[in-house]
């Protein structure tokens, strides 16, 4: 019996409406163009996903620290296979007027897998308590990718929905910057928490300063996480980088949390940019090999905190990956993943 997806790759009712398989290089994607097929790390950029996390934790009673800084080291594999085209939203201009407007939405499926996992204080040196094993599926997330063709406020021509099965649903909303020559330019990223003490040694902060003296798997330091992805472009014959860039906290985004997230740890904000690289190596079809790297940066409010400042303390949530281009989407392919 044919999948579900495979079943709704046809048109649909009303002003041309489809549901296809995504193409590489499809102009009515605009900046999102290069994105539909399989993105991994493996087999040539393994162990590359970077994850730093802060999470309410019950240490010591005489411990001022109610929290422990938990890192991974991960694979992932990141699938864009379908595009619905000609969506329409329905409108008026100020004259009343009819003013639609059109979308592309691109759907894509994260699935994150564990290489390896350290956290301080540590939740059980024996058991790892709380903290998932390697080798475990540590994250999934279905969502879009839009790419808004016209109608466009204040310049804002994407968004990405995501939803995270803890209980999250975010809409970013951005302005893609189309391909330039050469490779990206990462921004320095500081991952200590805001509204906590500045004082990398001050003792509230010792989960930092541990991982800081002593990187995770001897590189990855919490408190400049960014540096990897410059690591991973040194010496890479880039010749093109389309950039997009997505914020919850731009005109109307926002994330949406079930009540114990918000009451616990809430998701507040997200900002992420994903880099679509052309590399002068080319492919068996002659086109330029395609990597893609983002930085995220989700904003974790825990309340209340012990620091003796007033407020809630924001805690970075910062997520790096680099991978490569694997595969280029198919009808076949869609619905094997759907059977």
Excluded: C
Aim: hydrophobic letters at 40%.
């Amino acid at each position: 019996m044919m999948g579900v997806r495979a079943a709704q790759l046809k048109k649909l009712s009303g002003g041309g409406r489809t549901i296809e398989t995504a193409e590489r290089g499809d102009e009515l994607l605009g900046a999102l163009q290069l994105l539909p097929g399989v993105w991994k790390n493996t087999p040539n950029l393994p162990g590359r996903g970077w994850n730093m996390i802060a999470l309410p934790f019950q240490t010591r009673p005489d411990s001022p620290l109610d929290y422990r800084l938990l890192l991974n080291q991960y694979n992932e594999t990141l699938v864009f296979d379908l595009v619905a085209k000609g969506v329409p939203n329905r409108g008026l201009d100020k004259l009343g007027v009819q003013a639609d407007q059109t979308l592309v939405a691109l759907d894509y499926e994260q699935v994150v897998d564990q290489i390896a996992v350290e956290d301080f204080p540590p939740s059980d040196p024996a058991t790892r308590g709380p903290t998932s094993a390697p080798g475990n599926t540590i994250h999934h997330e279905p969502g879009l990718w839009l790419n808004m063709l016209d109608q466009k406020t204040d310049d804002f021509d994407i968004a990405r929905l995501s939803t995270v099965p803890h209980g999250d649903a975010a809409l970013a909303l951005g302005k893609s910057e189309p391909a330039r020559d050469g490779a990206p330019e990462i921004p320095d990223v500081s991952g200590l928490p805001l509204k906590a003490p500045p004082d990398l040694d001050h003792p509230y902060l010792a989960p930092y300063k541990h991982f800081h003296d002593n990187p995770f798997l001897g590189v990855f330091d919490p408190v400049h996480p960014a540096e990897l992805l410059k690591a991973a472009n040194a010496g890479v014959d880039i010749l093109r980088t389309t950039t997009l860039p997505v914020d919850t906290q731009a005109l109307t985004g926002g994330i949406a949390n079930i009540p114990f997230v918000v009451k616990q740890a809430n998701a507040s904000s997200m900002k992420s940019t994903f880099w679509i690289q052309e590399l002068a190596e080319l492919d068996a079809q002659g086109n330029p090999k395609l990597r893609l790297q983002y930085l995220q940066v989700a904003m974790l409010d825990f309340d209340p905190r012990t620091s003796g400042l007033p407020g809630r303390i924001v805690w970075p949530h910062v997520s790096i990956n680099t991978m490569e281009k694997v595969e280029e989407p198919s009808p076949e392919r869609v619905e094997t993943l759907t059977e």
